[in-house]
T-cell receptor, first 113, second 111 residues
Framework: NAGVTQTPKFQVLKTGQSMTLQCAQDMNHEYMSWYRQDPGMGLRLIHYSVGAGITDQGEVPNGYNVSRSTTEDFPLRLLSAAPSQTSVYFC????????????FGPGTRLTVT | DAKTTQPTSMDCAEGRAANLPCNHSTISGNEYVYWYRQIHSQGPQYIIHGLKNNETNEMASLIITEDRKSSTLILPHATLRDTAVYYCIVNSGGSNYKLTFGKGTLLTVNP
């Protein structure tokens, strides 16, 4: 049982490049979320999904796309990377009906130059 | 969701109890208090949550005031591995997949 896995762990992009951050879970959790964390700050919600085929925007969705074709996977796409997207990205999952805590992945550290 | 206020940083001696306060004066009746911690830029880790009664688990205790406007997370015997940023979050139980994190409290446990 791997829990929540994220790949890659580190990534450097040039401005304007696109890429996909991967998130996978093996806990059969319905809810999945993407957060970003800038230095010295708390986490901010980018997008979330309440089940396969259903996604919605969080607090800071601009510049990111998501899709949820399966329960297990919730990829985050950067369409055209900008230096302002330099951050650590965390994926999290939550099971419906409890327990009530989110499980977080180890994070992807992204630098955009 | 209600906003929370936490001290920026706190120190604690190893082996002593660490008491981390949180103010949430605008909490509404259906909102829970959750505590997470983040060790050295790892993903946040759930600690404990409560509605109005005090709660205890293997990691910590949560004391919520009777008016629910503030709470205290207690780590009974802090160790060096408890050095982390601790986040107090108020959220209705039905939307825990979209939490609002503040800056939290950096707890440093000193030998």
């Amino acid at each position: 049982n791997a829990g929540v896995t994220q790949t890659p762990k580190f990534q450097v992009l040039k401005t304007g490049q696109s890429m996909t951050l991967q998130c996978a879970q093996d806990m059969n959790h319905e809810y999945m979320s993407w957060y970003r964390q800038d230095p010295g700050m708390g986490l901010r919600l980018i997008h979330y999904s309440v089940g396969a085929g259903i996604t919605d925007q969080g607090e800071v969705p601009n510049g990111y796309n998501v899709s949820r074709s399966t329960t297990e996977d919730f990829p985050l796409r950067l369409l055209s990377a900008a230096p302002s997207q330099t951050s650590v990205y965390f994926c999290a999952t939550l099971g419906r009906g409890g327990p009530y805590e989110q499980y977080f992945g180890p994070g992807t550290r992204l630098t955009v130059t | 969701d209600a906003k929370t206020t936490q001290p920026t940083s706190m120190d604690c001696a190893e082996g002593r109890a660490a008491n981390l306060p949180c103010n949430h004066s605008t909490i509404s009746g259906n909102e829970y208090v959750y505590w997470y911690r983040q060790i050295h830029s790892q993903g946040p880790q759930y600690i404990i949550h409560g509605l109005k009664n005090n709660e205890t688990n293997e990691m910590a205790s949560l004391i919520i005031t009777e008016d629910r406007k503030s709470s205290t997370l207690i780590l009974p015997h802090a160790t060096l591995r408890d050095t982390a940023v601790y986040y107090c979050i108020v959220n209705s139980g039905g939307s825990n997949y979209k939490l609002t994190f503040g800056k939290g409290t950096l707890l440093t446990v000193n030998p």
